[in-house]
């Protein structure tokens, strides 16, 4: 016969093992972010040893402003990081009616809590140019621009200057195809990489692997 269980040891030993096992609560993650918006930004003009003439283009800028909130809020009063995936939509030179759809995730980390930031992708003057043959008609030439944020694979906003997911709704999907002729780029692969630093949300640096 076996002897019977005793409750009152099984409730000793799983109290116990509870600090072996801590539960772990992740925090809710909550982004107010706001509608995107794009400019022209000419090519900064830095001293060096020598000056040397040149003509500064226009790069094409889409930023949106964030408030990252966390609750319960961790001691660091920050985010450890968080993605936003940038959709720029422009005049397809090929087919008129229709568009090019560039993409480009950025990793951002140690995000301040509460305060506003601002988050933002580029297009180069020669991109420009190679899409539209002009220096400077970036900015006339976009038709829609937005953006999704996730944090821990879960999206937390998404915004676009045409109010809706443009790049993912099927009654247009025609008109935007999806193309890799120039490349976005982050803050940190232009020459605004070191500008109104505290502006911006830090990007993961493209070496790291954490």
């Not at 016969?1 to 409730?11: E, F, G, R, S």
């Not at 009616?97 to 560039?102: E, S």
Request: contains cysteine; aromatic residues 10%.
């Amino acid at each position: 016969m076996k002897a019977p269980i005793n409750k009152t040891v099984l409730l000793a030993i799983a109290v116990a093992l509870i600090p072996l096992f801590p539960i772990m609560a992740s925090a809710a993650v909550k982004v107010e972010a706001g509608k995107p918006k794009f400019d022209d930004l000419q090519s900064p003009q830095f001293g060096g040893t020598k000056n040397k003439s040149f003509s500064p283009k226009n790069w094409l800028e889409v930023e949106t402003e964030i408030q990252v909130m966390m609750a319960p809020s961790p001691k660091t009063k920050t985010c450890d990081r968080l993605t936003i995936k940038w959709y720029v939509a422009v005049d397809n030179p090929d087919k008129r009616g229709t568009y090019l759809k560039f993409t480009k995730e950025i990793e951002h980390v140690n995000i301040p809590l509460e305060d506003k930031i601002y988050c933002s992708v580029y297009l180069s003057p020669a991109s420009i140019r190679r899409l539209t043959g002009s220096d400077r008609a970036g900015k006339g030439s976009v038709k829609a621009v937005g953006y999704e944020i996730t944090v821990d694979g879960a999206v937390v906003a998404s915004d676009s200057s045409m109010g809706g997911k443009w790049w993912s709704d099927p009654k247009v999907a025609a008109k935007f195809a999806d193309s890799d002729a120039v490349p976005l780029l982050s803050k940190a692969e232009t020459p605004f990489a070191a500008m109104w630093w505290d502006r911006y949300a830090e990007e993961k640096p493209a070496s790291s692997s954490n």
